[in-house]
């Protein structure tokens, strides 16, 4: 098993610029999320999804929006980057409640 | 809405001392759960421990031990005999009343552990 995959793991982006984070794992979990990471903080949950077609936000979901068609994947949008979305973004998933397995990240760096 | 507050930021050792790591979480849940993440430099997250609401027994796992504490919405962490290994940035997480359309996870701000040879 691959795990959670993510890519890119590195991008730069101007200001007004759009992409989309691509996230995929292949333990069947029900459970994704995404979150962003700044520097010296801890992690905050942008959007989360309990099963294919189902999503709901977390505690920073403005300038961010995501999809879940397939069990496997779940991307993440950024319509409009601005500066203060530079960070670096985890996506995770889990089998109901259990432990949270996450992705290596994507460095992300709006200028 | 819950909360976890890691109130060290930085704590520094020499290898062999034994190290607490504190976490202090608010829920106004009964039924929630507490995790422990490892970020070590190369910048991944490595899960640790889970522990739900019920079960107050402490763990152990090795040189880890966890000691839950209901009684002030505690979960704390030791490293016994510290290693440079363990040098790291931990993570308290509180995931409360998980189920159908409710599955928010908190982290705290994390604590970095420097271990010194």
């Known amino acids: 098993n691959a795990g959670v995959t993510q890519t890119p793991k590195f991008r730069i982006l101007k200001i007004g610029q759009s992409m989309t984070l691509q996230c995929t794992q292949d333990?069947?979990?029900?459970?994704m999320y995404w979150y962003r990471q700044d520097p010296g903080m801890g992690l905050k949950l942008i959007y989360y999804?309990?099963?294919?077609?189902?999503?709901d936000k977390g505690e920073v979901p403005n300038g961010y929006n995501v999809s879940r068609s397939t069990t496997e994947d779940f991307p993440l949008r950024l319509e409009l980057a601005a500066p203060s979305q530079t960070s670096v973004y985890f996506c995770a998933s889990s089998y109901s409640s259990n432990e949270q397995f996450f992705g290596p990240g994507t460095r992300l760096t709006v200028l | 809405a819950q909360k976890v507050t890691q109130a060290q930021t930085e704590i520094s050792v020499v290898e062999k001392e034994d190290v607490t790591l504190d976490c202090v979480y608010e829920?106004?849940?009964?039924?929630?759960?507490l995790f422990w993440y490892k970020q070590p430099p190369s910048g991944e997250l490595v899960f640790l421990i889970r522990r739900n609401s019920f079960d107050e027994q402490n763990e152990i796992s090795g040189r880890y031990s966890w000691n839950f504490q209901k009684s002030t919405s505690s979960f704390n962490f030791t490293i016994t005999a510290s290693q440079v290994v363990d040098s790291a940035v931990y993570f308290c997480a509180l995931s409360e009343a998980p189920g159908y359309n409710n599955n928010d996870m908190r982290f705290g701000a994390g604590t970095r552990l420097t271990v010194k040879p």
């Open positions: 829920t106004r849940d009964t039924t929630y759960y």
């Open positions: 333990m069947n979990h029900n459970y």
């Open positions: 999804s309990v099963g294919a077609g189902i999503t």
